[in-house]
């Protein structure tokens, strides 16, 4: 199963981007064939429909294909001020803004339309981030995903973490293995009907 891991965070420590990491490493483990991407190396300016009616920017066009070829992702978003990151609202809004000269990529649901995504996050706070994903999963809802019901938020996380980037805590490790098992499960069968 392709599955598409990204964190909404370009912070070098951050514990979102580590988190992706065990989690794509884990994905690999269950079978899962990953695209572990980082958002930081796709040149992609703030969403403005003035500058898209100039031209689409090539790496908008090149995430629409990598959103679109995988069945299963898994996303860590940060939590800041409650809620998801403007890197991450920035990036959806790109990728499903539709291109009018494009007859490929002329739906801007193209990309997400029954997808099956998971949601991690990772914080120091108690919550572990949770707040984002209850204000992602609309968001991704209203694009045609489906939300795997089991996701996991990481408390602590400046503690969660080996010298490798391995989780430290085997409950963790359980809870983030049990959300790619859940996006897993979910992908092959909507991806066999």
Same mark, same amino acid.
Request: charged share 20%; net charge positive; with cysteine.
């Given at each position: 199963?392709k ?6 965070s ?9 988190? *992706?990491t ?10 899962a ?17 003035d %500058? ?11 995430? #629409?294909?990598?959103? !679109?070829?995988?069945? *299963? ?6 939590e !800041?001020?409650?809620s !998801?990151t403007? %890197? ?11 291109? #009018? ?8 649901? #193209?990309?997400?339309?029954?997808k099956?995504?998971?949601?991690l996050?990772a ?6 981030? %949770?707040?984002?994903q ?19 938020? %990481?408390?602590?996380a400046?503690?969660a ?10 409950? *963790?490790? #359980? ?19």
């Amino acid at each position: 199963m392709k599955t598409l891991i990204f964190a909404g965070s370009t912070r070098q420590n951050s514990f979102n981007r580590r988190l *992706a990491t065990a989690a794509a490493s884990m994905a690999r483990d269950a079978g899962a064939e990953v695209s572990h991407i980082e958002l930081g190396n796709f040149d992609v300016p703030m969403y403005n429909a003035d %500058l898209e009616a100039n031209g689409t920017p090539a790496d908008v066009v090149r995430l #629409k294909e990598l959103f !679109y070829a995988h069945p *299963a992702w898994i996303i860590c978003s940060p939590e !800041y001020n409650g809620s !998801y990151t403007a %890197l991450l609202k920035n990036t959806i809004d790109w990728v499903s803004s539709p291109i #009018k000269s494009d007859p490929a990529w002329s739906s801007g649901t #193209k990309p997400f339309t029954g997808k099956v995504v998971g949601m991690l996050s990772a914080s120091n706070g108690a919550l572990g981030g %949770l707040r984002a994903q209850s204000h992602l999963a609309p968001l991704l809802l209203n694009l045609q995903c489906w939300i795997a019901p089991r996701g996991f938020a %990481l408390s602590r996380a400046a503690d969660a973490f080996d010298s490798s980037g391995a989780l430290l805590d085997p409950a *963790a490790r #359980k809870n983030v293995a049990g959300v790619i098992e859940q996006v897993l499960w979910a992908a092959r069968r909507l991806q066999a009907d």
